[in-house]
């Protein structure tokens, strides 16, 4: 079957545009998970989604970021006003239950530039 | 401070070598995963633990819960193996914690 998928695959943004990244869970899959790899670095946790609640959004680095997810399906991550410290790949995974439990499938990422 | 600590952060091995990758954690955790990132940039999970080891083909992952301690290895290593290799620690809560990555090249 189909696996995660992200869209755009690349976006370029100039900066204090805001940017919306598209997540497409495996189907049937309830948790869902976004993360940030910035170049050269290691991959950050931003926020996950059990159905479509969010109950823990610690990883969110400022309140320019936000995500919603409708009901077990499609994810979007808002990023307000980018700055270029927001260039890194932003990564979409999804599990049948919670990843704590389940092994984790990821997509291929956003690469996103802010010029 | 770094939850999770990987060693070495570089490896370069030749092909046929035996690999040893380490993942030691600060925080109590529910489960640890390695991932697997290829060149290109996708990434793989390859195992999900909380006890024990677990092997799946050329593979072993084992951790030991009371040293807070995980090692992965690679038998008989094979240029396809050159990924950058993710301990990812998981406390209660969903909140992940990962290493810095351990970046393998196996020259044939």
């Known amino acids: 079957g189909a696996g995660v998928s992200q869209s755009p695959s690349n976006k370029v943004t100039e900066k204090g545009k805001d940017v919306e990244l598209r997540c497409d869970p495996i189907?049937?899959?309830?948790?869902l998970y976004w993360y940030r790899q910035r170049l050269g670095q290691g991959l950050e946790f931003l926020i996950y989604?059990?159905?479509?609640?969010?109950?823990?959004k610690s990883g969110l680095p400022s309140d320019r970021f936000s995500a919603e997810r409708t009901g077990e399906s499609v994810s979007t991550l808002t990023i307000q006003r980018t700055q270029q410290e927001d260039s890194a790949v932003y990564l979409c995974?999804?599990?049948?239950?919670?990843?704590?439990?389940?092994?984790?499938?990821f997509g291929p990422g956003t690469r996103l530039t802010v010029l | 401070k770094n939850e999770v600590e990987q060693s070495p952060q570089n490896l370069t091995a030749q092909e046929g070598e035996f690999i040893t990758i380490n993942c030691s954690y600060s925080?109590?955790?529910?489960?640890l995963h390695w991932l697997q990132q290829h060149p290109g940039g996708g990434i793989v999970s390859l195992f999900m633990?909380?006890?024990g080891k677990k092997k799946h083909g050329r593979l072993i992952a084992t951790i030991n819960i009371q040293e807070k301690h995980s090692s992965l290895h690679i038998t008989a290593s094979h240029p396809r193996d050159s990924a950058v290799y993710i301990c990812?620690?998981?406390?209660?809560?969903?909140?992940?914690?990962f290493g810095t990555g351990t970046s393998l090249t196996v020259i044939p």
């Open positions: 995974a999804s599990s049948p239950g919670l990843a704590v439990n389940n092994e984790q499938f």
């Open positions: 189907s049937g899959h309830t948790a």
């Open positions: 989604f059990q159905g479509n609640s969010a109950p823990d």
């Open positions: 925080v109590g955790i529910s489960a």
């Open positions: 633990l909380s006890s």
């Open positions: 990812a620690v998981a406390p209660a809560g969903n909140q992940f914690y």
